[in-house]
C-alpha cells in the first residue's frame, strides 16, 4: 500500500563515510525528487529527476550522487560524510514534470553524521 | 531572489478559527500550495490554488491573490490533531516548488 517509501528511517554515521539512502514510489509517476528538511525546517530541493534523466540539480556539493535505475525510484548516495550533512532527507514523486501537481513525500530518513 | 513568507509559530484554541498568511515574491507563479507536516513525519498536500479566490474543502479553506502576491489558509473547528507545521509552496516559471519555512500551529484545549 505504500506509495512513497524510503530506506532506511534513521541512519547514524560517522563523518567521512559514504551511504545510500534508497527511495521507491509504486503510483506510477514520473517524476522523482530529493529533498533537504535542515533543523529550521526549511526544505530544499536537491534533484529532480523525470522518466529517469536529470532534471533539477540544484547547488549542492558533488558529494550527493541521485541515480535513477528506473522510474519507480531514484536512491541517493552521499561520500565523504560531514556534521552538516546532517538532516531530514525526504523523497517525494509527483504524477508529471510541467504539471503543478501534488507532490507525494516519502516518511524520510533522519540522518545524523557523528 | 524569489522569497516566501509565513509566521513562525500560531497558537490558536481548540474549537476556534485560525488563519495562517504566507506572501510571496516569485520569478512566475503556476500555483501555490498548502502542506501539512506533522512533527517527525512527511509532509502531506492539503491544497493547491492556482486562480484568485477560495477553495473550501471540509474545515480547511485556502484564499489566493495572485496580484498582491497572497494567500491564506483557514482551519476552522480546530482540533487538537491540527497541531503541525503548515508550509507553504508556490510553483515558480520553470515549475520548480519554492518553500516557505513552514508556521507551527499550536492548538490548545
Known amino acids: 500500500d505504500t506509495a512513497v517509501s524510503q530506506t532506511p528511517k534513521y541512519l547514524v554515521t560517522q563523518m567521512g563515510n559514504d551511504k545510500s539512502i534508497k527511495c521507491e514510489q509504486n503510483?506510477?509517476?514520473?517524476?522523482m525528487y530529493w529533498y533537504k528538511q535542515d533543523s529550521k525546517k526549511f526544505l530544499k530541493i536537491m534533484f529532480s529527476?523525470?522518466?529517469?534523466?536529470?532534471?533539477i540539480n540544484e547547488t549542492v556539493p558533488n558529494r550527493f550522487s541521485p541515480k535513477s535505475p528506473d522510474k519507480a525510484h531514484l536512491n541517493l548516495h552521499i561520500n565523504s560524510l560531514e556534521l552538516g550533512d546532517s538532516a531530514v532527507y525526504f523523497c517525494?514523486?509527483?504524477?508529471?514534470?510541467?504539471?503543478?501537481?501534488?507532490?507525494?513525500f516519502g516518511p524520510g530518513t533522519r540522518l545524523t553524521v557523528l | 531572489g524569489q522569497n516566501i513568507d509565513q509566521p513562525t509559530e500560531m497558537t490558536a484554541t481548540e474549537g476556534a478559527i485560525v488563519q495562517i498568511n504566507c506572501t510571496y515574491q516569485?520569478?512566475?507563479?503556476?500555483?501555490l500550495f498548502w502542506y501539512q507536516q506533522h512533527a517527525g513525519e512527511a509532509p502531506t498536500f492539503l491544497s493547491y490554488?492556482?486562480l484568485d479566490g477560495l477553495e473550501e474543502k471540509g474545515r480547511f479553506s485556502s484564499f489566493l491573490s495572485r496580484s498582491k502576491g497572497y494567500s491564506y489558509l483557514l482551519l476552522k473547528e480546530l482540533q487538537m490533531k491540527d497541531s503541525a507545521s503548515y508550509l507553504c509552496?508556490?510553483?515558480?516559471?520553470?515549475?520548480?516548488?519554492?518553500w516557505g519555512a513552514g508556521t507551527k500551529l499550536i492548538i490548545k484545549p
Open positions: 517525494a514523486s509527483s504524477p508529471e514534470w510541467r504539471e503543478t501537481d501534488t507532490q507525494y
Open positions: 503510483l506510477g509517476h514520473d517524476t
Open positions: 529527476y523525470n522518466n529517469k534523466e536529470l532534471i
Open positions: 516569485t520569478s512566475g507563479f503556476n500555483g
Open positions: 490554488n492556482v
Open positions: 509552496a508556490v510553483a515558480d516559471s520553470n515549475y520548480q516548488l519554492i
